[in-house]
């Protein structure tokens, strides 16, 4: 203790201040550009349910969605996979980049410019807001050949292994694992 | 001589301060004091302040901490803030100025030391520069509270909290599910989440629902979503909340 009271009394008060300075500066550009590089893989599932909801025999009991989503420095990837009994009817794959992102609000800006859909042409039509995100993205590739929106983190316990995401503007709310 | 407010009587060998009490010096205060007086405005080295003390023949060892003893005895007949009458200059010895500094040094002294002008508008450029970096990375938090929200105690005494967020437009259709879900809610035996997120997505076509469960082992979580164009009508039975695992 003795010992670093005289090493810091070697030098000047405005030196100490400004090593002070210096060192807060370098943590907060150190940790946001960390942050922002910092890549991000997130496993998020959904029971999916369609009407009528209070038929347990209905087909609808076991469809889920699934998303994937990586963030490897600035890219980004995006892929959904609706199935039903454990099968895999339909996978939408989006990738592009991240245009920004926001540590203050924990949100990603993404700017997707492919997106790969994939079928089983032999299955049940898809349901319904599913087929309309299909189409959206869709309309949006060809027209602007690219489709931006956000991913917000609302929630995280690392401890737990939770991460709370929600999308907008579509306003989707999804509860994802990192494993 | 005039030393600030005091006066320093070198043939008597007194210091004479503002209130006019008169403080005779001891030998080495009166050397130490007329070798700093003769040099005023110029640093006079520790060495050469030593030199000076009648003990430094005997004793050389201790003359360190005796010339800070003298030191320390003049700035307190100096009177108030001595240090910018006589000052430290740290690792080259003592200055002594004929009157106070400026209030300029004043703001930029410390108790051991004084920056110059070019150094206190470094740190203050450091400062600025750090500040903006900092506000150019971290924006105000985001807060999403939910539009609604509720304790429901169920029937075995255990509580669900339920919270919806409906987004900006929480209307009349959206008001009157949340009404019959939460009155179906309190109708159910058994809950076995604690805690219930419901979402709406933009288009009202997709409810998401994240169930959460705090135990022992963990936190258990689940989604689940709901696709309907009439979601009141599609819901008007509490069947649903045991087909998606809400209710058991």
Excluded at chain 1, 16 to 38: E, Q
Excluded at chain 1, 153 to 175: C, E, H, M, Q
Aim: glycine content about 6%; hydrophobic content about 40%; some cysteine.
């Amino acid at each position: 203790m003795n010992n670093t009271i005289l090493a810091l009394g070697r030098f000047k008060p405005w030196q100490l201040l400004l090593i002070f300075v210096s060192g807060v500066g370098i943590l907060v550009f150190g940790y946001t550009a960390s942050f922002s590089h910092k890549s991000l893989n997130l496993n998020c599932l959904a029971q999916l349910y369609q009407p009528p909801f209070g038929d347990a025999t209905s087909s609808s009991l076991h469809h889920s969605l699934s998303l994937t989503v990586e963030v490897q420095d600035k890219k980004v990837n995006l892929n959904y996979r609706y199935g039903s009994n454990d099968k895999e009817l339909a996978s939408i794959n989006y990738s592009g980049v991240v245009k920004n992102f926001d540590i203050g609000s924990m949100t990603y800006q993404f700017g997707l410019a492919q997106a790969n859909v994939q079928m089983d042409l032999l299955q049940i039509e898809l349901p319904e807001p599913i087929r309309d995100d299909v189409q959206r993205s869709r309309e949006a590739l060809m027209a602007l050949g690219t489709m931006s929106f956000n991913m917000q983190i609302v929630d995280i316990n690392r401890l737990d292994d939770y991460t709370l995401i929600k999308f907008t503007p579509s306003g989707n709310l999804w509860a994802c694992s990192s494993r | 001589m005039q030393i600030g407010d005091c006066w320093f009587d070198a043939h008597e060998h007194l210091l004479v301060d503002a209130s006019g009490c008169r403080w005779i010096l001891s030998v080495d205060e009166f050397q130490v004091l007329s070798v700093l007086a003769k040099n005023q405005g110029k640093v006079v080295s520790r060495f050469e302040l030593i030199q000076l003390l009648s003990s430094y023949d005997k004793d050389s060892l201790r003359c360190d901490d005796q010339l800070d003893d003298v030191i320390k005895r003049i700035r307190t007949i100096l009177g108030k803030k001595p240090y910018s009458l006589l000052d430290t200059v740290r690792g080259e010895g003592f200055i002594l100025y004929p009157s106070q500094a400026s209030m300029r040094y004043k703001l930029l002294s410390s108790p051991t030391s004084q920056i110059n002008s070019l150094q206190f508008l470094f740190i203050i450029l450091v400062s600025l520069m750090t500040l903006y970096g900092i506000n150019m990375h971290i924006s105000h938090p985001t807060v999403i509270a939910p539009n609604y929200r509720q304790q429901i105690m169920m029937h075995n005494g255990s509580s669900s909290e339920i919270k919806f967020y409906t987004g900006q437009h929480y209307e009349a259709n959206m008001k009157l599910f949340v009404k019959q879900m939460i009155g179906q809610m309190e109708a159910c035996a058994v809950s076995p989440w604690q805690s219930i997120a419901a979402n709406v997505s933009t288009d009202r076509k997709l409810i998401s629902f994240i169930l959460r469960n705090n135990r022992e082992n963990g936190l258990k979580f689940q989604t689940v979503k709901l696709m309907s164009d009439n979601f009141i009508a599609d819901t008007s039975q509490p069947d649903w909340l045991i087909l998606s695992g809400i209710c058991s």
